[in-house]
């Protein structure tokens, strides 16, 4: 069993940084692909970046040059650097692992503001 739990999250102004965690338990994240999803209010979750278990990364196309995916495996926790934060960018962020055998976990989430 595997359990996440995201930490970080936060009210901040606009062009201002965060930096999400989200620690795993369990011994399978070093192998296993990590994402950060945003759900904002109204809308569906959304994927923003996601590594896989080789360090290989991804980005939507607004988080690309402001966001930064990062992993530690001894420390079994992948990392969001969020920076020039905007408005839009507010929503609950949601940290998911998928194993090899394609099994999906997800956190409980943690919110972020930004105003304007």
């Known amino acids: 069993q595997v359990r996440l739990v995201e930490s970080g999250g936060g009210l901040v102004q606009a062009g201002g940084s965060l930096r999400l965690s989200c620690a795993a338990s369990g011994s399978v994240f070093s192998i296993s692909a990590m994402g950060w999803y945003r759900q904002a209010p109204g809308k569906e979750r959304e994927l923003v970046a996601r590594?896989?278990?080789?360090?290989?990364?991804n980005y939507e196309d607004s988080a690309k040059g402001r966001f930064t995916i990062s992993r530690d495996n001894p420390k079994n926790t992948v990392y969001l650097q969020m920076t020039g934060l905007k408005p839009e960018d507010t929503g609950v962020y949601y940290c998911?692992?998928?194993?090899?055998?394609?099994?999906?976990?997800w956190g409980q989430g943690t919110q972020v503001t930004v105003s304007s």
């Open positions: 590594i896989s278990s080789g360090g290989s990364t």
């Open positions: 998911k692992l998928t194993s090899r055998t394609l099994t999906v976990y």
